[in-house]
């Protein structure tokens, strides 16, 4: 591989940069001592830290959106790995017509989904407590729909790098369905399950769009609490949150970073 | 190791095998021996590899049964048939260690785990792999790989082992170490071999028989030495190795063999029960360059247009005095020094080489 020539650099350093701007701009708005979104004008505050840290439904918010990111991500992981191994293992003709319906989530207007599954949901609530609308498993199950596809996309690519034959190989020394799969397929695709329910939990955390359907009172995960804030009240707690978010979200990438440059040198 | 409970023996009669309208094998009827080392050859998609997987139980006949010892297996899965099989890029498990790949098909087998422990050091000990049992098949070469494979394989002492070009990835020194090792395990274990390849020599040097397949039919079934000397048809002939085809104007039986005329010629062959056809071939190798005509066999008289040195070798491209162009290959230590290029010449060889061909 040829080194990057400086210019390449500046580029690509611009780029990030512009990316980047919007973000770094809600960095000083969190520290401002109004009462509104405004800069800080001489005068820096902490009280929007305090004030997330004074006001449960904050907090309650994240821990909602993490049971619901956790919940979601392995109902979606699970059923696209049974899905992409059925279609690997077997390998129907009309695979192609499967994939193309798992798929379509996707590429589906998210209102329409949205729609959809309110009334989903509505029609659940009329049996059950547990699941239905504005219920927090209610929600993680309309997340799990709006995610399976991003799995199964992840989960395909990770089987379409198995070597076929040391299935056929387990095969031939006898081995079952049940241990062909636990022993020899999911140890060779653990890096693709686990960036599927990392994605999974990303796309969960940050879903806004369908969240808004099903929601009213009771399951208001971190998105949509921010959301109305921003509606109701131009809040500054918003930046302050979103600050966390970013440094958290920094903190991960770094220790990833490290631990891959650890690893790839020792291998 | 030792005793083994036994190698099986293999009958297929009338196997065929369709993709569609493609007609993979057709009507393959042959039984590999106990304790045999078959080989089927042939170029690429002649069916070898599909009769393999049809062996091996990965795909289902058409048409046809197969039987071992006697008992129909045509419908047993693959899983079912526990014969033991080193695929084509040796097919080893990437997560687990060379330990762990060769104690699996015992693991399936549920034996238990002081006896695994003292198969799996047997196996790696016999395919040389003692101080590699920790590492996984990343970090070992071609070679070692292979070997895991051989080990994974033999290791659950299977009635058959089936092998899937095993060496068609390895460089030729290794391709020769790695043949002398088969052989010894296939001795040392006596458990039934079938083994697909495209590499002649290769089939030659390993088997104790060798099928020859072409356009899905087995076209020869027979000893190395009656496959190369004795080939049924022309493709056998020209498939295993160099051969002069000599168009006859002549041609009767007689009873031991044959009696022909090739450009006003006589050519004689002892070989009885040799259909008699009107194309001799013989071997470059089976016949000897002289400067005068030779006392007896039978003889050409031809020009020299090229000699190429191949070291221990050396190979005359000849024409006759009819045009016919003719390929001669003998040991270099017996090529007389005059022997150029522009030279006339006789080639001759006994009455007891050389075979009739169809066309």
């Not at chain 1, 989960?155 to 387990?170: E, F, G, N, Y």
């Not at chain 1, 955390?205 to 808004?212: H, N, P």
């Not at chain 2, 070898?48 to 419908?75: H, N, P, Q, Y």
């Not at chain 2, 290959?329 to 090529?335: D, G, K, N, S």
């Amino acid at each position: 591989m040829s080194k990057p020539t400086p210019v390449a650099v500046i580029l690509a350093s611009l780029v990030a940069l512009f990316l980047l701007l919007p973000l770094i701009a809600v960095i000083p708005v969190s520290f401002t001592p109004t009462r509104f979104l405004a800069m800080p004008s001489g005068e820096w505050s902490l009280r929007h830290y305090q004030a997330l840290l004074d006001n449960p439904a904050w907090l309650q918010s994240i821990w909602l959106s993490i049971r619901i990111g956790i919940l979601s991500s392995v109902i979606s992981t699970t059923l696209a790995l049974m899905f992409s191994l059925g279609i690997w293992m077997f390998r129907p003709w009309f695979a192609n017509i499967l994939l193309g319906f798992v798929l379509l989530p996707m590429v589906a207007p998210p209102v329409v989904s949205a729609i959809t599954l309110y009334f989903f949901l509505i029609g659940l609530s009329k049996v059950n407590d547990l699941v239905g609308y504005d219920t927090w498993i209610g929600v993680a199950v309309a997340h799990a729909v709006m995610i399976a596809p991003f799995a199964v996309v992840l989960i395909t690519v990770a089987l379409s790098q198995v070597d076929r034959r040391i299935d056929l190989a387990a095969r031939g020394f006898g081995a079952g369905i049940r241990t062909r799969i636990f022993k020899v397929i999911l140890p060779n695709i653990r890096f693709g399950i686990l960036t599927a329910l990392f994605l999974s939990f990303v796309l969960s955390w940050e879903e806004i769009g369908v969240t808004l359907f099903v929601t009213s009172v009771n399951a208001i995960t971190l998105p949509r609490m921010m959301w109305m804030g921003l509606r109701d009240n131009i809040d500054p707690a918003i930046a302050a949150i979103s600050v966390v978010l970013i440094a958290i979200v920094i903190a991960v990438i770094l220790a990833k970073t490290v631990v891959t440059a650890m690893l790839s040198r020792k291998g | 190791m030792g005793k083994r409970q036994g190698a099986a023996e293999l009958t297929a009669v009338g196997i065929g095998k369709t993709f569609g309208d493609f007609h993979a094998l057709r009507d393959i009827s042959l039984t590999i021996g106990s304790g045999e080392f078959l080989t089927l050859l042939g170029p690429s998609g002649s069916g070898k590899s599909t009769f393999l997987m049809i062996l091996a139980g990965f795909e289902e006949a058409t048409s046809g049964t197969l039987k071992k010892d006697g008992v129909d297996i045509t419908r047993v899965p693959a899983e079912k048939r526990a014969f033991g099989m080193v695929f084509q890029g040796y097919a080893l498990f990437p997560h687990m260690t060379v330990e762990q790949n060769i104690a699996f098909p015992l693991q399936v087998q549920g034996r238990a785990p002081g006896e695994i422990k003292i198969l799996v050091d047997d196996m790696i000990d016999r395919v040389g792999l003692r101080g590699h049992e920790k590492k996984r098949p990343a970090g070992l070469s071609g070679g070692q790989q292979q070997r895991v494979a051989l080990a994974r394989a033999l290791v659950f002492e299977p009635a058959v082992l089936l092998l899937d070009e095993p060496f068609s990835a390895l460089d030729k020194n290794l391709r020769v170490s790695m043949q002398e090792e088969v052989r010894r395990l296939h001795q040392e274990l006596g458990t039934t071999f079938v083994f697909v390849t495209h590499d002649q020599s290769e089939a030659l040097a390993l088997s104790t028989r060798i099928g020859i397949f072409n356009h899905g039919h087995l076209q020869q079934l027979d000893t190395p030495k009656q496959v190369y000397e004795r080939p049924a048809n022309r493709f056998v002939a020209e498939f295993l190795g160099d051969v002069n085809i000599l168009p006859l104007s002549e041609a009767q039986a007689t009873g031991h063999g044959g009696e022909a005329v090739f450009e006003g010629r006589p050519i004689r062959l002892i070989a009885p029960g040799e259909a008699v056809t009107k194309q001799f071939a013989i071997r470059p190798e089976h016949m000897v360059l002289s400067e005068k005509a030779p006392d007896d066999g039978n003889m050409l008289q031809a020009e020299i247009e090229g000699v190429t040195y191949l070291g221990s070798e050396t190979r005359f491209a000849l024409k006759t005095l009819g045009g016919t162009p003719i390929v001669l290959q003998m040991p270099t230590r017996e090529v007389s020094a005059g022997f150029e290029p522009g030279r006339m010449v006789w080639a001759g060889w006994p009455a007891t080489q050389g075979f009739f061909v169809g066309s």
